[in-house]
């Protein structure tokens, strides 16, 4: 299975409620996939590959950019709609961790599984946009508490798919 990231992009800003938000929208998402890679690459046994597609959707059927208690759950079904239409190019295995990931990413909990732990991890440690700082008992990996937020705008989809094809977690 190949990731057609294009399609994906295309299907996901089509039905997204919440891409135009400055706080929640694509360039969180964005920065989320970089700093999620980034922990992939340094927490044995996290899919790299899930992670990336938990920073495309996990915010992207948000209501509004304050309290959102249902967004998760959504994002998950809409994980499941695209995993249907073979858009994920994901295992059942991985959608079963995809769906977890977005279902529960905003119930202030830590994972043991250390797929989930990244990509709960990569969306608590752009806190600082919103002058927020993470919380280190909340945080699931190791490689998180040593990470160093970069600089500028994040990486365009196409540098992080990149990024996932070069990884050997991808």
């Known amino acids: 299975m190949t990731l057609e990231l294009d399609v994906l992009l295309a299907r996901v800003r089509e039905r997204s409620t919440g891409i135009g938000s400055p ?5 969180h998402w964005r920065t989320v996939g970089a700093n999620g890679l980034w922990l992939a690459e340094r927490t044995k046994g996290a899919d790299a590959h899930v992670v990336l597609l938990f920073a495309l959707l996990h ?4 209501e509004n950019d304050m309290y959102d208690p249902g967004h998760g759950p959504r994002a998950a079904v809409f994980a499941e709609e695209l995993h249907a239409e073979a858009l994920l190019a994901t ?4 959608l079963a961790l995809l769906v977890e990931a977005c279902r529960l990413h905003a119930d202030g909990l830590t994972a043991d599984d250390p797929t989930v732990g990244a990509c709960w991890d990569a969306d608590r440690l ?8 993470p919380d280190a008992r909340l945080l ?3 490689a998180a508490l040593d990470f160093r937020a970069a600089a500028g705008e994040p990486p365009e989809w196409d540098e992080l798919a990149r990024a996932l094809g070069s990884s050997q977690l991808g």
């Open 126 to 133: 752009d806190l600082p946009r919103c002058g927020i700082q």
């Open 91 to 94: 295992r059942e295995e991985q």
């Open 140 to 142: 699931s990996t190791r």
């Open 23 to 27: 706080i929640h929208g694509e360039r």
């Open 59 to 62: 915010d992207t059927m948000r």
